[in-house]
């Protein structure tokens, strides 16, 4: 908790500076407050000739882990584990075990599938975070206009969204969760040459190459449809065009010629994150 400084002098409060809200008093034994403590409370000091805006501005903030996750609908408050099942198929060749499953007309033993189900759990962890208020402070907010609840209600859901955000792409260190950009299953590279300087084709290539590499791990099953990209790169693509000549951007150039539009039959979804920033091998 902080120290509040009492002055016996104007002079005392303005030489124990701005940093610690100071309470100072009167000659005629009355208290006021320094800026400091009555900003805090959202109640102001409004000259005659000063037009107040009573429109409030709360903190600049953009999340966007609803647009790169899909959240399950069915985990409640209640639950402690989160999992889903993983299916594995096995089954033996005919003439040779690692062969197809051919037979004779008159075949008796025939091969069948093997199946293994396993399960993959994640604990849920709870998230609280709580806002009070006083009866007097209510009453005093809904009579200068300024609704302290729903003000506090709105800085709620705030950190709620920047946990999230925070969580989804980084996860958290302290619980062990790794997020979608650390994740010890997902490889880290560079490009060869830097975006500054490349050409559209050179972009083109790096873009396919991280691409192919993902294509690959899935046993050539899902090619990524979507790609993020640090705000810096992902402004070089907007900003450049393909040449001197050309009226298209590198983004657009990149989304309609890369390996992902061939086999998904749709553009490549590129969308900038911050934390994206530094995720490379080298920064």
């Not at 002079?11 to 403590?37: E, K, N, S």
């Not at 299916?87 to 005919?94: D, I, L, N, R």
């Not at 294509?215 to 402004?235: D, T, Y």
Request: glycine share 8%.
């Amino acid at each position: 908790m902080s120290k509040l400084l009492v002055a016996s002098t104007i002079a005392q409060a303005v030489a124990m500076g701005t940093a610690t809200p100071v309470r100072a008093r009167t000659r005629d034994h009355m208290m006021t407050f320094d800026a400091q403590t009555v900003d805090s409370t959202g109640i102001f000091l409004v000259g005659e000739l000063e037009r107040l805006d009573q429109t409030m501005h709360e903190p600049l903030a953009d999340v966007t882990w609803s647009r790169d996750i899909d959240l399950r609908s069915d985990v409640s408050i209640a639950d402690e584990v989160s999992s889903f099942s993983n299916a594995s198929f096995a089954a033996a060749g005919g003439a040779s075990p690692q062969g197809k499953s051919w037979v004779g007309k008159n075949a008796d033993a025939i091969q069948g599938i093997a199946l293994d189900i396993g399960k993959t759990a994640q604990p849920l962890t709870l998230w609280a975070n709580q806002i009070g208020w006083t009866i007097p402070e209510l009453e005093s907010a809904r009579q200068a206009g300024r609704p302290v609840d729903v003000l506090k209600h709105s800085g709620l859901l705030l950190k709620h969204n920047m946990d999230t955000d925070e969580q989804v792409y980084i996860g958290d260190e302290i619980i062990g969760v790794q997020g979608l950009l650390n994740s010890d299953k997902v490889g880290a590279t560079n490009v060869n040459k830097s975006w500054k300087l490349a050409t559209a084709d050179e972009i083109l290539a790096d873009v396919n190459m991280i691409l192919y590499n993902a294509w690959v791990a899935s046993g050539f099953a899902v090619c990524p449809s979507k790609l993020l990209l640090p705000p810096e790169q992902f402004g070089l693509m907007v900003t450049r065009k393909v040449s001197d000549a050309g009226n298209i951007s590198i983004l657009e150039y990149v989304k309609i010629n890369c390996i992902s539009y061939a086999k998904n039959g749709k553009p490549l979804d590129i969308q900038p994150s911050k934390w994206c920033v530094g995720r490379g091998t080298a920064g």
